[in-house]
Protein backbone atom coordinates (compact mmCIF):
# COMPACT_ATOMS: atom_id res chain seq x y z
CA UNK A 1 0.00 0.00 0.00
CA UNK A 2 1.86 3.50 -0.91
CA UNK A 3 1.72 5.78 2.22
CA UNK A 4 3.56 8.33 0.50
CA UNK A 5 1.44 11.61 0.64
CA UNK A 6 0.57 10.49 4.38
CA UNK A 7 4.48 10.29 4.74
CA UNK A 8 5.34 13.96 3.22
CA UNK A 9 2.49 15.61 5.26
CA UNK A 10 2.99 13.41 8.42
CA UNK A 11 6.77 12.48 9.15
CA UNK A 12 5.82 10.79 12.44
CA UNK A 13 3.32 8.72 10.83
CA UNK A 14 6.21 7.65 8.48
CA UNK A 15 8.45 6.93 11.47
CA UNK A 16 5.79 5.43 13.49
CA UNK A 17 4.74 2.94 10.87
CA UNK A 18 8.55 2.17 10.64
CA UNK A 19 8.72 1.34 13.84
CA UNK A 20 5.64 -0.84 13.95
CA UNK A 21 6.77 -2.82 11.20
CA UNK A 22 9.81 -3.67 12.71
CA UNK A 23 8.37 -5.89 15.49
CA UNK A 24 4.84 -7.72 13.42
CA UNK A 25 4.32 -9.83 15.68
CA UNK A 26 3.93 -8.24 18.80
CA UNK A 27 2.02 -5.16 17.05
CA UNK A 28 -0.18 -7.75 15.73
CA UNK A 29 -0.92 -9.03 19.04
CA UNK A 30 -1.74 -5.69 20.51
CA UNK A 31 -3.69 -4.77 17.48
CA UNK A 32 -5.60 -7.85 18.38
CA UNK A 33 -6.44 -6.84 21.65
CA UNK A 34 -8.31 -3.89 20.03
CA UNK A 35 -10.22 -6.08 17.35
CA UNK A 36 -11.20 -8.06 20.25
CA UNK A 37 -12.37 -5.59 21.88
CA UNK A 38 -14.58 -3.67 19.39
CA UNK A 39 -15.94 -6.76 18.27
CA UNK A 40 -17.04 -7.16 21.78
CA UNK A 41 -18.66 -4.06 22.38
CA UNK A 42 -19.84 -3.53 18.42
CA UNK A 43 -21.15 -7.10 18.38
CA UNK A 44 -22.92 -6.90 21.78
CA UNK A 45 -24.48 -4.08 21.25
CA UNK A 46 -25.58 -4.35 17.80
CA UNK A 47 -27.21 -7.35 19.06
CA UNK A 48 -29.22 -5.33 21.57
CA UNK A 49 -30.10 -2.71 19.02
CA UNK A 50 -31.66 -5.53 16.55
CA UNK A 51 -33.97 -6.81 19.49
CA UNK A 52 -35.04 -3.58 20.36
CA UNK A 53 -36.11 -2.91 16.45
CA UNK A 54 -37.31 -5.94 16.02
CA UNK A 55 -39.34 -5.70 19.12
CA UNK A 56 -40.57 -1.98 18.04
CA UNK A 57 -41.83 -3.12 15.28
CA UNK A 58 -43.85 -5.88 16.49
CA UNK A 59 -45.50 -3.13 18.99
CA UNK A 60 -45.89 -1.08 16.45
CA UNK A 61 -48.33 -2.83 15.02
CA UNK A 62 -50.24 -3.40 18.10
CA UNK A 63 -50.38 0.57 18.86
CA UNK A 64 -52.56 0.73 16.14
CA UNK A 65 -55.10 -0.94 18.08
CA UNK A 66 -56.40 -0.06 21.78
CA UNK A 67 -57.25 -2.80 24.19
CA UNK A 68 -59.85 -3.03 26.73
CA UNK A 69 -59.91 -4.60 29.73
CA UNK A 70 -62.00 -5.63 32.47
CA UNK A 71 -61.67 -2.83 35.53
CA UNK A 72 -61.65 -3.51 39.05
CA UNK A 73 -65.41 -2.79 39.12
CA UNK A 74 -66.23 -5.67 36.41
CA UNK A 75 -68.38 -8.08 37.74
CA UNK A 76 -66.63 -11.78 37.53
CA UNK A 77 -63.75 -9.92 35.96
CA UNK A 78 -65.25 -9.83 32.39
CA UNK A 79 -66.74 -7.20 30.60
CA UNK A 80 -70.66 -7.32 29.93
CA UNK A 81 -72.60 -6.76 26.58
CA UNK A 82 -73.05 -3.10 28.05
CA UNK A 83 -69.53 -2.84 28.23
CA UNK A 84 -68.90 -3.36 24.50
CA UNK A 85 -71.97 -1.75 23.77
CA UNK A 86 -70.86 1.79 25.55
CA UNK A 87 -67.40 1.03 23.83
CA UNK A 88 -68.83 1.45 20.38
CA UNK A 89 -70.48 4.61 21.89
CA UNK A 90 -67.73 6.18 23.06
CA UNK A 91 -65.99 6.17 20.15
CA UNK A 92 -68.06 6.68 17.29
CA UNK A 93 -66.94 5.30 13.93
CA UNK A 94 -64.32 2.88 15.60
CA UNK A 95 -64.39 -1.02 14.59
CA UNK A 96 -65.10 -2.57 18.42
CA UNK A 97 -64.22 -6.40 18.26
CA UNK A 98 -64.93 -8.39 21.70
CA UNK A 99 -63.00 -11.47 22.77
CA UNK A 100 -63.78 -14.50 25.09
CA UNK A 101 -60.33 -15.91 25.64
CA UNK A 102 -59.89 -19.85 28.02
CA UNK A 103 -57.29 -21.62 28.33
CA UNK A 104 -57.65 -25.01 27.50
CA UNK A 105 -55.44 -28.46 26.23
CA UNK A 106 -54.53 -28.39 22.46
CA UNK A 107 -53.41 -30.89 20.31
CA UNK A 108 -52.14 -32.29 16.72
CA UNK A 109 -51.43 -36.11 16.74
CA UNK A 110 -49.92 -38.15 19.96
CA UNK A 111 -46.83 -36.36 19.92
CA UNK A 112 -47.66 -32.82 19.95
CA UNK A 113 -49.65 -31.22 22.26
CA UNK A 114 -49.91 -28.22 24.99
CA UNK A 115 -51.53 -28.60 28.90
CA UNK A 116 -52.82 -25.58 28.45
CA UNK A 117 -53.24 -23.34 25.38
CA UNK A 118 -54.79 -19.55 25.14
CA UNK A 119 -57.68 -19.85 23.02
CA UNK A 120 -59.75 -16.85 21.92
CA UNK A 121 -62.87 -16.59 20.50
CA UNK A 122 -63.28 -13.75 17.98
CA UNK A 123 -66.07 -12.63 15.47
CA UNK A 124 -64.03 -10.35 13.38
CA UNK A 125 -60.55 -11.77 13.00
CA UNK A 126 -59.50 -10.03 9.66
CA UNK A 127 -60.14 -6.78 11.23
CA UNK A 128 -56.68 -6.99 13.18
CA UNK A 129 -55.02 -10.44 12.56
CA UNK A 130 -52.96 -11.25 9.12
CA UNK A 131 -52.49 -14.57 7.85
CA UNK A 132 -48.49 -15.59 6.65
CA UNK A 133 -50.16 -18.69 5.53
CA UNK A 134 -53.39 -19.68 4.55
CA UNK A 135 -56.60 -16.75 4.28
CA UNK A 136 -58.10 -14.86 7.44
CA UNK A 137 -61.56 -15.04 6.71
CA UNK A 138 -64.26 -11.90 6.81
CA UNK A 139 -66.93 -14.45 7.75
CA UNK A 140 -65.53 -16.40 10.55
CA UNK A 141 -67.83 -19.62 11.19
CA UNK A 142 -65.72 -22.56 11.61
CA UNK A 143 -62.45 -23.54 11.94
CA UNK A 144 -58.91 -22.05 13.55
CA UNK A 145 -56.58 -19.86 13.04
CA UNK A 146 -53.38 -21.07 14.60
CA UNK A 147 -50.39 -18.40 15.81
CA UNK A 148 -47.27 -18.82 14.16
CA UNK A 149 -45.54 -19.77 17.35
CA UNK A 150 -48.37 -22.39 18.07
CA UNK A 151 -48.05 -23.85 14.42
CA UNK A 152 -44.53 -24.45 14.59
CA UNK A 153 -44.81 -26.19 17.94
CA UNK A 154 -47.45 -28.21 17.27
CA UNK A 155 -46.40 -28.84 13.75
CA UNK A 156 -49.15 -28.13 11.94
CA UNK A 157 -50.22 -27.05 8.54
CA UNK A 158 -53.19 -25.43 6.96
CA UNK A 159 -55.76 -27.76 5.80
CA UNK A 160 -54.37 -29.98 9.27
CA UNK A 161 -56.29 -30.92 12.15
CA UNK A 162 -55.84 -29.77 16.07
CA UNK A 163 -57.68 -30.75 18.99
CA UNK A 164 -59.18 -28.21 21.02
CA UNK A 165 -60.49 -29.04 24.64
CA UNK A 166 -61.24 -32.55 22.82
CA UNK A 167 -62.96 -30.99 19.70
CA UNK A 168 -61.12 -31.47 16.15
CA UNK A 169 -61.33 -28.33 13.93
CA UNK A 170 -59.27 -27.61 10.63
CA UNK A 171 -56.52 -24.91 10.22
CA UNK A 172 -57.95 -22.02 8.01
CA UNK A 173 -54.70 -20.34 8.22
CA UNK A 174 -51.53 -19.86 10.49
CA UNK A 175 -51.73 -15.71 11.67
CA UNK A 176 -49.20 -13.21 12.85
CA UNK A 177 -50.79 -11.66 15.70
CA UNK A 178 -48.89 -8.69 16.26
CA UNK A 179 -48.01 -9.22 20.07
CA UNK A 180 -45.72 -11.22 22.15
CA UNK A 181 -48.41 -13.82 23.16
CA UNK A 182 -49.46 -16.37 20.90
CA UNK A 183 -52.92 -17.05 20.60
CA UNK A 184 -55.39 -19.65 18.98
CA UNK A 185 -58.44 -18.15 17.01
CA UNK A 186 -61.73 -19.54 16.68
CA UNK A 187 -65.23 -18.54 16.63
CA UNK A 188 -66.58 -16.94 19.25
CA UNK A 189 -69.72 -18.54 19.69
CA UNK A 190 -67.99 -21.47 20.33
CA UNK A 191 -66.33 -20.67 23.55
CA UNK A 192 -68.50 -21.62 26.15
CA UNK A 193 -67.82 -18.48 29.02
CA UNK A 194 -69.75 -15.55 30.28
CA UNK A 195 -68.93 -12.45 29.08
CA UNK A 196 -65.71 -10.99 27.01
CA UNK A 197 -62.57 -11.43 28.66
CA UNK A 198 -61.34 -8.24 26.02
CA UNK A 199 -62.60 -5.75 23.21
CA UNK A 200 -60.04 -4.99 20.72
CA UNK A 201 -60.92 -1.09 19.40
CA UNK A 202 -58.97 -0.14 15.83
CA UNK A 203 -59.67 3.53 16.65
CA UNK A 204 -61.30 5.46 13.52
CA UNK A 205 -58.61 7.75 11.20
CA UNK A 206 -59.30 11.50 12.74
CA UNK A 207 -58.45 9.35 16.27
CA UNK A 208 -54.94 8.11 17.35
CA UNK A 209 -54.74 5.13 19.55
CA UNK A 210 -53.82 7.18 22.72
CA UNK A 211 -56.91 9.32 22.18
CA UNK A 212 -59.12 6.28 21.64
CA UNK A 213 -57.63 5.32 25.39
CA UNK A 214 -58.52 8.11 26.87
CA UNK A 215 -61.56 9.06 25.32
CA UNK A 216 -63.27 5.46 26.62
CA UNK A 217 -61.52 5.42 30.05
CA UNK A 218 -63.27 9.12 30.45
CA UNK A 219 -66.76 7.66 29.66
CA UNK A 220 -66.72 4.60 31.21
CA UNK A 221 -64.92 4.74 34.32
CA UNK A 222 -67.11 7.91 35.22
CA UNK A 223 -68.27 6.42 38.71
CA UNK A 224 -66.38 3.23 38.88
CA UNK A 225 -63.70 1.75 36.98
CA UNK A 226 -65.23 -0.53 34.98
CA UNK A 227 -62.40 -0.77 32.22
CA UNK A 228 -59.08 -0.43 31.89
CA UNK A 229 -57.20 1.30 28.76
CA UNK A 230 -53.47 1.04 29.40
CA UNK A 231 -51.88 3.83 26.53
CA UNK A 232 -50.45 2.24 23.88
CA UNK A 233 -47.74 4.24 23.79
CA UNK A 234 -46.46 3.06 26.81
CA UNK A 235 -45.66 -0.54 26.08
CA UNK A 236 -43.32 1.32 23.58
CA UNK A 237 -41.87 3.38 26.34
CA UNK A 238 -41.40 0.52 28.30
CA UNK A 239 -39.48 -1.71 25.92
CA UNK A 240 -37.19 1.17 24.45
CA UNK A 241 -35.92 1.89 28.70
CA UNK A 242 -35.41 -1.82 28.77
CA UNK A 243 -33.21 -2.50 25.91
CA UNK A 244 -31.48 0.91 26.31
CA UNK A 245 -30.62 -0.96 29.82
CA UNK A 246 -29.48 -4.06 28.25
CA UNK A 247 -27.84 -2.32 25.29
CA UNK A 248 -25.57 -0.40 28.06
CA UNK A 249 -25.18 -3.10 30.62
CA UNK A 250 -23.97 -5.32 27.11
CA UNK A 251 -21.28 -2.77 26.22
CA UNK A 252 -20.06 -1.82 29.79
CA UNK A 253 -19.23 -6.15 29.32
CA UNK A 254 -17.74 -5.66 26.14
CA UNK A 255 -15.53 -3.01 27.55
CA UNK A 256 -13.67 -5.18 29.91
CA UNK A 257 -12.44 -6.07 26.72
CA UNK A 258 -10.74 -2.82 25.73
CA UNK A 259 -9.45 -2.26 29.33
CA UNK A 260 -7.51 -5.80 28.43
CA UNK A 261 -6.36 -4.35 25.29
CA UNK A 262 -5.56 -0.87 26.59
CA UNK A 263 -3.31 -2.18 29.14
CA UNK A 264 -1.42 -4.62 26.58
CA UNK A 265 -0.99 -1.55 24.12
CA UNK A 266 0.71 -0.14 27.70
CA UNK A 267 2.95 -3.00 27.91
CA UNK A 268 4.30 -3.00 24.07
CA UNK A 269 4.43 0.50 24.17
CA UNK A 270 6.63 0.55 27.64
CA UNK A 271 8.66 -2.38 26.25
CA UNK A 272 9.04 -0.58 22.70
CA UNK A 273 10.40 2.76 24.36
CA UNK A 274 12.84 0.71 26.65
CA UNK A 275 14.34 -1.36 23.93
CA UNK A 276 14.53 2.12 21.67
CA UNK A 277 16.08 4.84 24.48
CA UNK A 278 19.49 4.97 22.40
CA UNK A 279 17.64 5.55 18.88
CA UNK A 280 15.46 8.11 20.42
CA UNK A 281 18.64 9.61 22.21
CA UNK A 282 19.63 10.07 18.48
CA UNK A 283 16.72 11.76 17.83
CA UNK A 284 16.70 14.11 20.05
CA UNK A 285 20.73 14.63 19.70
CA UNK A 286 20.12 15.67 16.31
CA UNK A 287 17.35 17.96 16.74
CA UNK A 288 14.34 16.16 18.09
CA UNK A 289 12.05 17.85 19.85
CA UNK A 290 10.25 16.29 23.05
CA UNK A 291 6.77 17.18 21.36
CA UNK A 292 8.32 15.06 18.09
CA UNK A 293 9.01 11.95 20.30
CA UNK A 294 5.55 12.34 21.10
CA UNK A 295 4.11 12.52 17.77
CA UNK A 296 5.98 9.33 16.50
CA UNK A 297 4.73 7.22 19.29
CA UNK A 298 1.15 8.21 19.96
CA UNK A 299 1.15 7.83 16.13
CA UNK A 300 2.24 4.40 17.03
CA UNK A 301 -0.60 3.47 19.30
CA UNK A 302 -3.25 5.36 17.27
CA UNK A 303 -2.37 3.27 14.43
CA UNK A 304 -2.44 0.22 16.68
CA UNK A 305 -5.79 1.57 17.31
CA UNK A 306 -6.69 2.30 13.85
CA UNK A 307 -5.68 -1.01 12.29
CA UNK A 308 -7.73 -3.08 15.23
CA UNK A 309 -10.70 -0.98 15.23
CA UNK A 310 -11.34 -1.55 11.17
CA UNK A 311 -10.60 -5.17 11.55
CA UNK A 312 -12.97 -5.02 14.50
CA UNK A 313 -15.73 -3.25 12.86
CA UNK A 314 -15.51 -5.71 9.61
CA UNK A 315 -15.81 -8.73 11.65
CA UNK A 316 -18.05 -7.37 14.15
CA UNK A 317 -20.42 -6.63 10.65
CA UNK A 318 -20.11 -10.47 9.68
CA UNK A 319 -20.69 -11.76 13.69
CA UNK A 320 -24.08 -9.60 13.30
CA UNK A 321 -25.46 -10.73 9.98
CA UNK A 322 -25.01 -14.23 11.38
CA UNK A 323 -26.44 -13.42 14.33
CA UNK A 324 -29.37 -11.36 12.93
CA UNK A 325 -30.25 -14.16 10.54
CA UNK A 326 -30.42 -17.04 12.56
CA UNK A 327 -32.04 -15.15 16.25
CA UNK A 328 -34.38 -12.44 14.51
CA UNK A 329 -34.79 -14.06 10.82
CA UNK A 330 -33.04 -10.48 9.36
CA UNK A 331 -29.86 -10.54 8.56
CA UNK A 332 -29.95 -6.68 7.57
CA UNK A 333 -31.24 -5.16 10.31
CA UNK A 334 -27.00 -5.10 10.79
CA UNK A 335 -26.96 -1.93 9.13
CA UNK A 336 -29.73 -0.40 10.62
CA UNK A 337 -28.56 3.14 11.50
CA UNK A 338 -28.68 2.48 14.93
CA UNK A 339 -26.45 -0.61 14.75
CA UNK A 340 -24.43 1.93 12.40
CA UNK A 341 -23.65 4.02 15.10
CA UNK A 342 -23.06 1.50 17.56
CA UNK A 343 -20.35 0.83 15.28
CA UNK A 344 -19.00 3.66 15.03
CA UNK A 345 -18.98 4.61 18.55
CA UNK A 346 -17.30 0.96 19.42
CA UNK A 347 -14.72 1.96 16.28
CA UNK A 348 -14.12 5.22 18.52
CA UNK A 349 -13.76 3.63 21.49
CA UNK A 350 -11.08 0.87 19.91
CA UNK A 351 -8.65 4.44 18.87
CA UNK A 352 -9.05 6.45 21.99
CA UNK A 353 -7.77 3.36 24.51
CA UNK A 354 -5.70 3.09 22.30
CA UNK A 355 -4.26 6.58 22.14
CA UNK A 356 -4.93 6.95 26.01
CA UNK A 357 -2.76 3.60 26.69
CA UNK A 358 0.28 4.93 25.01
CA UNK A 359 0.73 8.57 26.31
CA UNK A 360 2.47 7.65 29.85
CA UNK A 361 5.16 5.85 27.33
CA UNK A 362 5.33 8.63 24.80
CA UNK A 363 5.33 11.04 27.83
CA UNK A 364 8.16 8.91 29.17
CA UNK A 365 10.00 8.63 26.28
CA UNK A 366 9.92 12.04 25.50
CA UNK A 367 10.94 13.34 28.73
CA UNK A 368 14.53 11.00 28.21
CA UNK A 369 17.36 13.33 28.59
CA UNK A 370 19.75 12.33 25.53
CA UNK A 371 22.97 11.81 27.11
CA UNK A 372 21.37 9.45 29.66
CA UNK A 373 19.53 7.91 26.71
CA UNK A 374 22.62 7.63 24.88
CA UNK A 375 24.46 5.90 27.38
CA UNK A 376 22.41 2.81 27.71
Known amino acids: MNFGFLDERFPSFKLARRNLTRTPLRSGLAALGIVIGVVAIASLGMFATSLQVN ?28 DVQDVGR ?72 VEIDGRSTRVRAVVDGGGFSANLYVPIQTVEADGYSSVIVIPPETQTANETATTIRERLNVREERVQVPNPDLLSGLISGFFDILRGFLTAIGSISLIVAGV ?14 QEIGVLRAVGFQRRDILKIL ?29 LVD ?26 GSGLYPAWKAANEQPVEALRS
Open 55 to 82: AEDVTSETNSQVSVNPGPAARDGRLSER
Open 90 to 161: AVPGATVIPQKQIQVPVSAGRDNSLERASVVGVERPDAYLEASEGQVPASFQSGVLVDSLIAETLEVEVGER
Open 264 to 277: SILNVMLMSTIERR
Open 298 to 326: LSESMLLGVIGGLVGAVVSIVVSLGVNYY
Open 330 to 355: DAMLTFHPRNLGVLVIAFVFGIVTSI
